[in-house]
């Protein structure tokens, strides 16, 4: 597995969405954040809107839910389109039996952490999972600048599952730019979601190629591109 960008349409044009997507066609993924107002304050879209943008895109799709109750809803959103579907540790009560369930289903499972939550209490559940989203800002809103203080976090994250021999993608989210993607990358971070540096850029395609460059020399092992 490469080095693999996941641009955030959280920061591209609403009124316009296919569009902008077909702005970035060699992104890996879509990222999709699903926000309910509840597990945080922030509403965002929902089924519906995933279902229309699967109709449109070209890459799979990457959604992030930061919703309550995910076990209950993880699954809709498998079957609307999601080809990883990730949800918070912090949010979930039954993530090992939401995880099976969406693999089954024929989608990757992600674990999220926000910033303050520790990545040791959820070592021992890394293994049922394909990837762990490490957030490196607050949920809820994009455009947030980026929290340095969880490299140690994403460190650790990656030192743990290279240990236990897993594999297992490791995302972050939150700020990722041309001056932070390198950081995360030496971190041990392989796949990078970027809203505001992509779809804020004159070329967003282009935006990407680069960003990939850039976490493709940071890396600590050379890493072929996906």
């Known amino acids: 597995m490469g080095i693999q960008i996941s641009p955030s349409i959280l920061s591209a044009d609403f009124a316009h969405l296919a569009d902008e997507v077909a702005r970035v066609p060699t992104a890996d993924w879509l990222h999709v954040d699903v926000m309910d107002n509840h597990f945080v304050p922030n509403l965002t879209l929902g089924l519906p809107v995933v279902e229309s943008l699967r ?3 070209a890459q799979p799709l ?3 839910l930061m919703i309550t109750d995910p076990d209950r809803w993880a699954p809709s959103y498998a079957e609307a389109g999601g080809s990883s579907i990730t949800f918070h540790a912090e949010a979930a009560q039954a993530p090992l039996r939401t995880a099976r369930t969406l693999q089954a289903m024929g989608a990757r499972a992600g674990l999220a952490l926000n910033p303050g939550t520790s990545v ?3 070592a021992d559940l890394l293994g049922s999972f394909d990837m762990l989203l490490i957030m490196t800002v607050e949920p809820g809103f994009g455009g947030q600048p980026f929290l340095p203080q969880v490299l140690s976090k994403l460190a650790r994250a990656r030192q743990i599952a290279q240990s236990r021999g897993l594999d297992i993608w490791l995302q972050v989210d939150g ?3 041309e001056s932070t993607i390198a ?3 030496e971190a041990g971070a392989d796949v990078f979601v970027a809203g505001s540096a992509v779809f804020g850029a004159d070329n967003p395609d282009a935006m990407v190629s680069h960003l990939r460059q850039l976490a493709e020399n940071a890396s600590p092992t050379p890493i072929a591109s996906a």
């Open 55 to 57: 109709a449109v895109a």
């Open 62 to 64: 990457d959604l992030h």
């Open 120 to 122: 040791e209490p959820y």
């Open 175 to 177: 700020g990722v730019s």
């Open 183 to 185: 950081a995360c990358a």
